[in-house]
């Protein structure tokens, strides 16, 4: 949506309400970077001060980012999602394992129920992704692929809610599977670079079947959590 000027009274407020409002949208995603205080401040006509203000409160109340030299970022969606992203950031591996747990088993009975065929042409690509990143032993690439699978299973569930609250853990989600991408050592010692098949999870889904997908969800994260330790 543009953004639209304002009158010269309660200025801060018009404009971390205009600024909450292309959060809320979706205009500015969460990772994305806002424009800069200077062009914030000529489309809303008004001066730079009152933009820093406005951009220092959501900062305070966890939508925004500041980042020295790089520019200002949308961390989360609502200040609940701004909470429980700080948070996160002082929980252990297991703790975020388990919440993910608790998100992805209900998502993949979600998504067997209420998948679209583009939602399975999307689990189909991203699972392309990962197997074509293990292959080449490309871990970021793998990392990102396994990353985007389990989105795209949460987005198949079609509840804004639960795709809100997973955008909120969504750096969590992404440093676990970093933390995890190598799997459990084998017998001699080696790191198993096949995974964690996510296979039974996707035929699950496209077969229409809750049961299934929620027990392959269950059985991936409690595989992980077993890799995680106390």
């Known amino acids: 949506m543009p953004l639209a000027s304002t009158r010269r009274t309660g200025l801060v407020d018009q404009v971390i309400s205009q600024l909450r409002a292309q959060i809320d949208s979706g205009e500015w995603g969460v990772g994305d970077r806002i424009p800069t205080e200077s062009e914030l401040s000529d489309q809303l006509e008004v001066g730079r001060n009152t933009v820093r203000e406005a951009v220092r409160a959501l900062a305070h109340a966890g939508l925004l980012e500041i980042r020295q030299g790089a520019g200002t970022f949308v961390r989360a969606s609502s200040e609940l999602g701004g909470a429980l992203r700080r948070r996160l950031e002082r929980s252990r591996l297991r703790e975020n394992l388990e919440v993910r747990r608790a998100l992805e088993m209900e998502a993949a009975r979600l998504a067997a129920i209420r998948h679209t065929d583009q939602d399975l042409a999307d689990i189909d690509r991203a699972i392309a992704l990962r197997d074509e990143a293990w292959n080449e032993q490309d871990m970021p690439g793998f990392v990102e692929a396994d990353f985007t699978f389990h989105r795209t299973v949460v987005n198949a569930t079609h509840n804004p809610l639960l795709i809100d609250l997973y955008d909120d853990i969504a750096q969590a989600v992404y440093e676990s599977i970093a933390h995890t991408a190598y799997g459990r050592p084998g ?29 392959e969800a269950a059985c991936y994260l409690d595989e992980l959590l077993s890799l995680a330790g106390e």
């Open 187 to 215: 017998e001699d010692g080696e790191i198993d670079h096949k995974g964690i098949d996510h296979n039974g999870l996707a035929e699950a889904i496209r077969a229409g079947d809750p049961d299934r997908a929620l027990r």
